[in-house]
């Protein structure tokens, strides 16, 4: 793609004909760190394996192949083709500024997702930190009368009626559903509790991947914002979206939904910042085939997506970091051929 083509806007045209906004200004290529190699080559993604496990602190040491396999795969499908050291990307010098990482990644090989964020990298005092951004803009419900929520957090937070708020948390029920129904929590679907609901998204969703980057010792912030939109996307939206008002499970590019537990949130906007399911396809669909992650991935936040305890590991980071150091994806893919 040539730098002109690269910093036009494009979009995304949902069946809900909500309209995913791309725009990718100065995402010229960068210049990769140390060990960088053409993708797909065998020995340099074993390097890359090894140095994800080191840093891994045991979570992904008796399940190598599956995350060795989340890794080829990941990067078989990103436009981004480029497999740099990852303790390199993580701890190396790099050159300062910020790009847009624009694209789709394939979902269970055969339906595409768009992927939009921006990475900055600053060094201060010689160490060198990114900072990852999404904004996603929620279409606010219209003639709703209520919300649907996951626990009690919101109606506690806003002083809600608390008669309409009982149960287990959606994210501490023994199921691995995204929507268990262990409880019953609603909210008047108030302009302010919305607003309230997407503040709460902001703050909590990028916690767990700043928690988690911290704990495994990784230089990475993560900036994460849902903003109101009530007249079309406003500027620099990753994407653009409306809010359901129900608790369900349906692709990321098509609604955010407020039933939604906030480790659900978190692993959605994963989907943006290119990273994909760690489960058996279909998994969860239906009581008879329950969401099934991949072995292992129980511990991963894209694999049991509606457990608090499952963790953003260094190969989501690595992951989402990496591209930063990649050239340019040559050729729009398929939301390019969608009309402007």
């Known amino acids: 793609m040539d730098r002109d083509a690269a910093q036009k806007s494009r979009r995304f045209s949902a069946p809900t004909a909500i309209f995913f906004a791309l725009s990718c200004a100065g995402c010229g290529p960068v210049a990769a760190p140390g060990s960088a190699a053409a993708t797909g080559d065998a020995s340099t993604l074993a390097i890359v394996d090894a140095e994800l496990t080191a840093l891994s602190d045991g979570l992904t040491s008796a399940h190598r192949a599956t995350f060795r396999g989340i890794l080829e795969d990941t990067i078989a499908s990103d436009p981004y083709a480029c497999e740099p050291s990852p303790r390199a990307v993580f701890f190396g010098p790099a050159p ?7 694209g789709e990644m394939p979902h269970y090989g055969f339906f595409f997702g768009p992927m939009h964020y921006r990475v900055a990298h600053r060094t201060v005092d ?9 904004t996603i803009a929620i279409a606010p419900p219209l003639g709703v009368a209520s919300l649907e929520l996951p626990d009690c957090g919101l109606v506690h937070e806003v002083g809600a009626d608390e008669s309409r708020c009982s149960g287990t948390p959606y994210s501490a029920s023994p199921k691995t559903e995204a ?4 409880g019953s929590f609603s909210i008047s679907a108030t302009p302010a509790h919305v607003r309230a609901l997407l503040g709460r998204w902001s703050r909590e969703a990028e916690r767990y991947y700043t928690r988690d980057a911290r704990a495994f010792g990784l230089p990475i912030d993560y900036d994460f914002e849902f903003v109101l939109a009530e007249g079309g996307a406003p500027s620099g939206a990753d994407l653009l979206v409306p809010l359901s008002p129900t608790c369900g499970r349906t692709p990321y590019f098509s609604a ?14 994963g989907h ?14 239906s009581s008879l085939y329950p969401k099934t992650p991949f072995p292992g991935a129980e511990v991963s936040c894209m694999g049991l997506s509606m457990r608090e305890a499952t963790r953003v590991l260094p190969l989501h980071h690595y992951l989402i970091v990496r591209r930063y150091f990649c050239a340019e994806p040559r050729g729009g893919g398929f939301f390019a051929s969608q009309p402007l």
């Open 179 to 182: 929507c268990p129904g262990s």
């Open 126 to 134: 010689g160490a060198g930190r990114f900072r990852v951004t999404v």
């Open 256 to 269: 955010f939904r407020s039933g939604w537990s906030l480790p659900i949130v978190a692993h959605e906007v």
């Open 96 to 102: 300062d500024g910020e790009r847009t990482i624009a």
């Open 272 to 285: 943006m910042l290119g990273l994909l399911d760690e489960y058996e396809a279909f998994s969860g669909l």
